[in-house]
């Protein structure tokens, strides 16, 4: 019995998976390692800068100068809402970066918008002024809270038909 029989021992079962199919396995392992770290780092910055934060706030002035010309001045001056809407869009977009290269654009694409609609609702929530108000601003937040609803239901359906 030759090797290319297959019902040969150590030959395998089906077709050979193809070139485009082979370099998809060989890549997605890397891009998740890269992914992962990507993400932790963006965690411990987002940490770092949230204690910082917390420490001018409570032990400086908490004044903004106008010059954002220092990083304290730029974590004092910027909303906590910016800063996790913007951690939270980067991470969004190593998880879609991964999700493009490991394994396309099909339904697990979801979890990355879901975190990307919350990124962009937690910063548009960061921008509104009370003084503002007006039925427009209700509507784009009822829209992207919406959004948000929707893109999270079709995450929790797909994860059930897993």
Not at 79 to 91: E, F, K, Q, R, Y
């Amino acid at each position: 019995m030759s090797m290319s029989d297959p019902g040969a021992p150590g030959s395998r079962a089906g077709p050979s998976p193809s070139p485009s199919e082979r370099l998809r396995a060989a890549i997605e392992r890397p891009s998740r390692l890269i992914r992962t770290i990507c993400q932790m780092l963006l965690g411990l910055g987002l940490a770092i800068t949230l204690i910082l934060k917390v420490y001018m706030l409570i032990l400086t002035d908490h004044q903004c100068e106008a010059d954002l010309s220092s990083l304290g001045n730029q974590i004092r001056c910027t909303s906590s809402l910016v800063i996790l809407g913007s951690a939270l869009a980067l991470s969004a977009g190593f998880a879609l970066a991964h999700r493009m290269i490991a394994g396309g654009l099909g339904r697990h694409i979801l979890r990355p918008v879901v975190i990307g609609i919350a990124s962009v609702l937690l910063i548009y929530l960061a921008g509104l002024d009370p003084s503002e108000a007006d039925w427009r601003r209700a509507l784009e937040l009822l829209t992207l809270a919406a959004m948000l609803i929707g893109a999270v239901w079709l995450t929790a359906r797909d994860n059930r038909e897993d």
